[in-house]
T-cell receptor
Framework: QQQVKQSPQSLIVQKGGISIINCAYENTAFDYFPWYQQFPGKGPALLIAIRPDVSEKKEGRFTISFNKSAKQFSLHIMDSQPGDSATYFC????????????FGGGTRVLVKP | DVKVTQSSRYLVKRTGEKVFLECVQDMDHENMFWYRQDPGLGLRLIYFSYDVKMKEKGDIPEGYSVSREKKERFSLILESASTNQTSMYLC?????????FGPGTRLTVT
């Protein structure tokens, strides 16, 4: 049973466009929602994270939107660049339970120049 | 700078072999994790350790065991490798609350 569902599996966007990746979760006890970025041959690296007490968090061109009632959160990449081509994973955890991350299935993003 | 290293980038083993994957972190973190990564399934937790000699099963522990004799080192053991254990294996070390990942070991079992 996949507790965090991520869509789409892959995404192609033109340079300068907006990339949108969606995640839905089931466990209402989750209280930490990070996004990881993974380049080929590398391990995932934390990109941005949000907690459920805020509805949006922005860092540069990357924004997380969070909808607690719908149990959904999404990553928006504004002004997408070829260097953003990577696989993106959403995740969720319960901080009081040791922050074991439950990951979504991943989205492979390709930004065409 | 944070560093998590894994003993091998690529590994090819035969069915039935015992396989050791090692992970070392230099951040004095207590929590360490082993995941496997498969296309479309994301990262799935195999085992984690929250202190030396302490370990807990993750979501898919069958066929694996772990060892943590020193704080900085966390080993994943495949007692008798099988073809369905062909995968990318990722180790992570946890700060608060961020997890830092190693580069991964791509294991092929033939």
């Amino acid at each position: 049973q996949q507790q965090v569902k991520q869509s789409p599996q892959s995404l192609i966007v033109q340079k300068g466009g907006i990339s949108i990746i969606n995640c839905a979760y089931e466990n209402t006890a989750f209280d930490y929602f990070p996004w990881y970025q993974q380049f080929p041959g590398k391990g995932p690296a934390l990109l941005i994270a949000i907690r459920p007490d805020v509805s949006e968090k922005k860092e540069g061109r990357f924004t997380i939107s969070f909808n607690k009632s719908a149990k959904q959160f999404s990553l928006h990449i504004m002004d997408s660049q070829p260097g953003d081509s990577a696989t993106y994973f959403c995740a969720a955890s319960i901080e009081a339970a040791g922050n074991k991350l439950t990951f979504g299935g991943g989205t492979r993003v390709l930004v065409k120049p | 700078d944070v560093k998590v290293t894994q003993s091998s980038r690529y590994l090819v083993k035969r069915t039935g072999e015992k396989v050791f994957l090692e992970c070392v972190q230099d951040m004095d973190h207590e929590n360490m994790f082993w995941y496997r990564q498969d296309p479309g399934l994301g990262l799935r937790l195999i085992y984690f350790s929250y202190d030396v000699k302490m370990k807990e099963k993750g979501d898919i522990p069958e066929g694996y065991s772990v060892s943590r004799e020193k704080k900085e080192r966390f080993s994943l053991i495949l007692e008798s490798a099988s073809t369905n254990q062909t995968s990318m294996y990722l180790c992570a070390s946890q700060g608060s609350p961020e997890q830092y990942f190693g580069p991964g070991t791509r294991l092929t079992v033939t």
